[in-house]
């Protein structure tokens, strides 16, 4: 990575290390410090995110809820590289974001974040293993598109057209796309978003997997408050700020939930 490397940030002060669990114990892998967003000016500015400071660690599952309009995108995008803060930090693995040129938070997104969206984005035209084969073109280090596959349990349609599979698998290959670069970071905006009840359970059930088994760094945004109980920590936007940062007691698993 070619990012500025910069000190080791201090751990916020709101944090500490007895409301961590075993996950959350790790180094930081994104530290956020003073981030704040706005857009348009004057009369028609609007803030999506007032001065919001976390620590994310390596390996942590962290659930991302709130109303819409709270933030949580604006959040994610920014933590992807895909947008810039007006003001404030961000730190990913001691190299700083903020301030990177378009070339670079290109490299960062290339090789370190993987993005599974509420819809899908395959190319209809591509197999299933053609478009995730898209992606380990550009990695630097990718895995072989059938590993991917198989880590998400679609090797039987790896040669079927997204219009042949449903909407599950459909995502299915979308989160196979993004892991298949092995990247650090997984960021999922509402990924169940258009899944009925079963298969949206079935597709949080890989994401858990791809956090337990690789340590991928998985950060979901969810309007969802159940799928709260899968996660290391959850942290609540209200008004583009932090609300509240809870662990709970017993992490479930995405049989457990129900909604």
Not at 59 to 73: N, P, T, Y
Not at 138 to 164: G, K, N, T, W
Request: some cysteine; hydrophobic content about 40%; proline content about 5%.
């Amino acid at each position: 990575m070619q990012l500025r490397k910069i000190k080791p940030a201090a751990r916020p002060a709101a944090y500490s290390r007895s409301n961590m669990n075993s996950a959350a114990t790790a180094e930081p892998i994104l530290h956020i410090h003073g981030l704040t967003r706005t857009y348009g000016q004057g009369d028609t500015q609007v803030r999506a995110l007032s001065d919001v400071s976390l620590d994310i660690r390596k390996g942590e599952f962290i659930v991302l809820l709130g109303a819409s309009g709270s933030g949580k995108s604006t959040l994610l995008n920014i933590l992807g590289g895909l947008d810039l803060p007006t003001s404030g930090e961000v730190d990913f693995d001691g190299h700083r974001l903020t301030g990177a040129t378009d070339a670079e938070l290109t490299r960062y997104r290339r090789e370190h974040v993987g993005f599974v969206f509420q819809f899908y984005n395959l190319i209809p035209s591509l197999t299933v293993a053609e478009n995730v084969a898209l992606v380990t073109d550009i990695a630097s280090d990718p895995m072989p598109v059938d590993e991917a596959l198989a880590l998400v349990a679609l090797m039987p349609r790896r040669d079927h057209f997204p219009s042949q599979l449903s909407g599950g698998e459909q995502q299915r290959v979308a989160i196979a796309r993004a892991i298949a670069k092995r990247p650090q970071l997984l960021l999922c905006d509402e990924p169940t978003g258009a899944l009925d009840y079963a298969t949206g359970k079935l597709v949080l059930e890989v994401i858990a997997r791809i956090n337990a088994e690789l340590g991928t760094t998985a950060i979901v945004i969810t309007h969802n408050a159940a799928i709260a109980g899968m996660a290391d920590r959850v942290v609540r936007l209200a008004d583009g700020r932090v609300a509240s940062i809870e662990k709970p007691e017993r992490r479930l698993t995405p049989a457990e939930l129900s909604w």
